[in-house]
């Protein structure tokens, strides 16, 4: 009986002590403080490659402001829907427009982004790397 105490004790402890981390809290902690660069966009099976090339980035500071090289620069969020996990964005150009956008998050990791949107039911991936 003892045994069976001490196992419990211990399963109860184990499970007790560990500590849940949010998605979006996960989420934003991979995006952050980075460059983001785009390697390349898949459009209706058509792919192109920026690899190597001096293109589209964007920045993610973990404070929720964002700039990219369009001059765009603003605010964003991270939201979950239906388990899925979306960035929206706020902004402003240059000139002063505003400039939104929402891509859901399709894969990210520590070194890689893959988000995506539709416009009149195409989708649109775009894939973005970063050297940290």
């Known amino acids: 009986m003892k045994k ?5 004790l211990y ?3 184990l499970y007790a002590c560990t500590k849940e981390v949010d998605s979006i809290s996960y989420t934003q902690s991979l995006l952050s403080n980075k460059t983001w660069f785009l390697d ?4 209706e099976n058509t792919t192109k490659s920026f690899i190597g090339k001096s293109t589209y980035f964007i920045q993610f500071s973990n404070t929720g402001k964002t700039i990219d090289s369009d001059g765009i620069t603003g605010n964003y969020t991270i939201e979950e829907s239906n388990k899925s996990l979306s960035i929206f964005i706020e902004g402003t150009t240059q000139n002063g427009s505003p400039a939104k956008y929402n891509y859901l998050i399709e894969q990210i990791g520590s070194d890689q982004l893959i988000v995506s949107f539709q416009i009149d039911g195409i989708k649109t991936k775009k894939i973005f790397s970063t050297t940290h």
């Open 11 to 13: 399963c109860f402890s």
């Open 4 to 8: 069976i105490f001490i196992v419990a």
């Open 40 to 43: 390349s966009t898949i459009k």
